[in-house]
């Protein structure tokens, strides 16, 4: 409903951070695909060149 004030916890964040953090923190721990560290490495490698 429009006007309405935005869910908040009792110490001031709002309702939905929680699920935010959760989601965020997945994908945080998600592991790197190797095809990833292999290019991650290709440019550390060409850095010291």
Known sequence: MPGLPPEVRK???PGWAGGL???YNSVVE???PDSFKDLLKKLDDSDDA
């Open 11 to 13: 110490d001031g964040e």
């Open 21 to 23: 953090r959760k989601l």
């Open 30 to 32: 998600e592991p790197l």
